[in-house]
């Protein structure tokens, strides 16, 4: 099968599925600065969204966009069929929304136990409880033992995050963004910042997570080899704007994006 065959076939897939976040005619000004302009996509349920593009292009404000962190100049956006355009981060995370950052957010003071056991809690309906019965404990510590099995990371569950190597503390990230036991959770540079090594650790993660389609991802990522292992469809944004989308194969061979980003060829 060619390469343009297989792009077609894994569209098809992916137009069968219900799509889970719709992103409609966004934009966002700053005074006089247009960050994001017009920008239209659509992300099915269960796949793996890249977006790239040239530092400035509006990656992280757009992912701001989608999270709640900013609220649109223009456009809608909905997510699971329900417009939440105006609705603030913390629901987003209720309904079924998680995020990391490009700087790692997590609490360095506490262990990796104890930064997903914040997360759990939270998730759980119990992040302003001061006590929880023995029961409710159980169940925390099962959901935090599950993430902490499935991250790879059980062995270094009582070891304090701020003692970790940066990769491990990407990790943790994800790990606690699992808490919230999201639908969708948006990456923001995972791999930046990382060793060949850890690179390949984060990646092994990701592809792991997405195994069995209940979890969508979208992730800004610079590294075009990951991008290219990874995504099932890459959105590229230059100057704020969309300039193409496609599968990994299309992407590549776009000169377009060769011209703005990825390096023209010969």
């Known amino acids: 099968m060619s390469a343009a065959a297989a792009a077609k076939g894994a569209d098809a897939g992916l137009a069968a599925r219900a799509m889970l976040l719709e992103a409609s005619h966004i934009g966002k000004r700053f005074g006089n600065l247009i960050a994001v302009r017009d920008v239209s996509i659509s992300v099915a349920q269960g796949e793996l969204r890249a977006i790239i593009g040239p530092n400035g292009a509006g990656k992280t404000t757009f992912f701001n966009l989608l999270s709640g962190f900013f609220a649109p100049s223009t456009g809608k956006i909905t997510f699971d069929g329900r417009d939440v355009t105006a609705t603030p981060p913390h629901q987003r995370v209720r309904l079924g929304m998680a995020r990391t950052f490009q700087i790692t957010e997590i609490f360095p003071e506490l262990s990796v136990y104890e930064n997903l056991r914040i997360g759990a809690e939270v998730a759980s309906g119990y992040g302003l409880r001061a006590w929880l019965s023995g029961?409710?404990?159980?169940?925390?510590?099962?959901?935090?033992?599950q993430i902490l099995d499935r991250t790879d990371l059980s062995a270094k569950s009582l070891r304090l995050v701020?003692?970790?190597?940066?990769?491990?503390?990407?990790?943790?990230?994800?790990?606690?963004?699992?808490?919230?036991?999201?639908?969708?959770?948006?990456?923001?540079?995972p791999t930046a910042g990382l060793g060949d090594h850890e690179t390949q650790a984060v990646v092994k993660l990701i592809g792991e997570l997405r195994q069995g389609g209940d979890l969508t991802i979208i992730l800004i990522e610079h590294d075009m080899q990951v991008v290219f292992h990874l995504a099932d469809r890459i959105s590229v944004l230059d100057q704020g704007a969309l300039l193409a989308?496609?599968?990994?194969?299309e992407?590549?061979?776009?000169?377009?994006?060769?011209?703005a980003y990825l390096g023209k060829t010969a």
């Not at 969708?184 to 540079?189: A, N």
């Not at 989308?245 to 194969?249: M, N, S, T, V």
């Not at 992407?251 to 011209?259: D, L």
């Open 245 to 249: 989308e496609g599968a990994p194969e």
């Open 135 to 145: 029961d409710e404990q159980a169940m925390i510590r099962r959901q935090v033992e």
């Open 251 to 259: 992407i590549a061979a776009n000169a377009a994006v060769q011209e």
């Open 162 to 189: 701020g003692e970790l190597a940066h990769g491990e503390q990407r990790v943790v990230e994800i790990a606690t963004a699992l808490t919230l036991r999201p639908r969708l959770l948006l990456l923001d540079e």
